[in-house]
């Protein structure tokens, strides 16, 4: 009942280009810097394909509680170039390379991201798109799989200096 409950006080839909400040604030909270999209990173993405963003709306404040957005392609391997070349978007790829789900800490704890994820893959299920991918760090990969993400083991993203494990989640 609370999970039913809790997504009635928010809102999710594309993102707005008037956003885009807070969803780079949103980023570099959620993200250590080695990590975290860069801001001009980050307003290319949202100038180029709002369409692949899903921003989940607090209600009661009008303002971004979290995000998740990526990159369509036909590719089938995550590579790093995703995070930082927006022109290797195919908007009518098979595929999504998912590039960050950020929830704020004040947020967290409420099914958010799950719902994120969730509501993420049904719409682009409905887009023809085949496989979400995603990479995420060890400590991360339970809860992927509680998304319903298959790990399929270490990744050759080295993203940040960081070891990955790449998820997918099939359509």
Not at 69 to 94: M, Q
Not at 143 to 166: R, V
Request: with cysteine; aromatic share 10%.
């Amino acid at each position: 009942m609370r999970y039913k409950i809790m997504t009635d006080n928010f809102e999710f839909r594309s993102i707005h280009p008037d956003e885009v400040e807070q969803a780079i604030a949103i980023e570099q909270i959620c993200f250590p810097p080695n990590e975290a999209c860069s801001p001009k990173a980050m307003t290319e993405r949202i100038a180029k394909v709002p369409q692949l963003f899903l921003v989940v709306i607090d209600k009661s404040t009008g303002k971004l509680a979290g995000f998740l957005n990526g990159v369509a392609t036909d590719e089938e391997k995550f590579r790093d170039e995703f995070f930082t070349d927006i022109d290797l978007c195919d908007e009518n790829g098979k595929n999504v390379m998912l590039l960050g789900l950020d929830v704020l800490p004040e947020y967290r704890g409420q099914g958010l991201a799950r719902e994120l994820v969730h509501r993420y893959s049904q719409r682009e299920k409905a887009n023809g798109r085949k496989k979400l991918f995603l990479t995420c760090l060890e400590q991360k990969v339970e809860m992927y799989k509680k998304f319903g993400l298959q790990d399929l083991g270490i990744a050759d993203s080295t993203w940040g200096g960081e070891e990955w494990h790449e998820m997918v989640l099939k359509g």
